[in-house]
Antibody, heavy 122, light 106 residues
């Protein structure tokens, strides 16, 4: 079964840091780009970042560039999002996302993790 | 690229036809994707590249358009189709989503 299992998240103070993890199973993780997408409470979807299958290319939303770092460990089938200098507006449910395994395009999201809530508040 | 979805809310009855729009601030060619999201759930891929149904998506869902104007049509609403629908462009980075259209029961 194809699964994305997220961990990390929780409460952080403004200016603080958190790291999200996403463990993948059921597919050849290293063959696919992976992404993070977030959703503020009661709001729409916002793409955050994407990393290529070999980790050599990364892309970021302007809202997080310079503060967040996406990375992956293909030996552990795990995706990460290191979030630094957190702001109140970063409060959201963060989803780990993979492409459709059939279409295999990095920018067509075919599967999602369960989501993890990040709350930035003092 | 800014995506604008309309209407924000669509109130319809089961069996009716739903027509959702997504407009792009510049041409995205056919690189437009549609997702469905139900409360408390992650989104689900419906349509990619404007008109291609994803695996397992019923034929009542169809997409059309190119350039800057796109439409998602649900030919006859089933009870499980009442949800929020988002468009997303993949023409260029950064990827962007529309603000969503909520299809609610009238």
């Amino acid at each position: 079964e194809v699964q994305l299992s997220q961990s990390g998240g929780g409460l952080a103070q403004p200016g603080g840091s958190l790291r999200l993890s996403c463990a993948a199973s059921g597919f050849t993780f290293g063959s696919y780009a992976m992404s993070w997408v977030r959703q503020a409470p009661g709001k729409g979807l916002e793409w955050v970042s994407t990393i290529s299958g070999n980790g050599g290319s990364t892309y970021y939303a302007d809202s997080v560039k310079g503060r967040f770092t996406i990375s992956r460990d293909n030996s552990k089938n795990t995706l990460y999002l290191q979030m630094n200098s957190l702001r109140a507006e970063d409060t959201a449910v963060y989803y780990c996302a993979r492409p459709s395994l059939i279409i295999a395009a990095a920018d067509i999201i075919g599967g999602w993790g369960q989501g993890t809530l990040v709350t930035v508040s003092s | 690229i800014v995506l604008t979805q309309s209407p924000a809310t669509l109130s319809l009855s089961p069996g009716e036809r739903a027509t959702l729009s997504c407009g792009a601030s510049q041409s995205v060619s056919s690189y437009l994707v549609w997702y469905q999201q139900k409360p408390g759930q992650a989104p689900r891929l419906l349509i990619y590249d404007a008109s291609n149904r994803a695996t397992g998506i019923p034929a009542r869902f169809s997409g059309s358009g190119s350039g800057t104007d796109f439409t998602l049509t649900i030919s006859s609403l089933e009870p499980e189709d009442f949800a929020v629908y988002y468009c997303q462009q993949r023409s260029s980075w950064p990827l962007t989503f529309g603000g969503g259209t909520k299809v609610e029961i009238k």
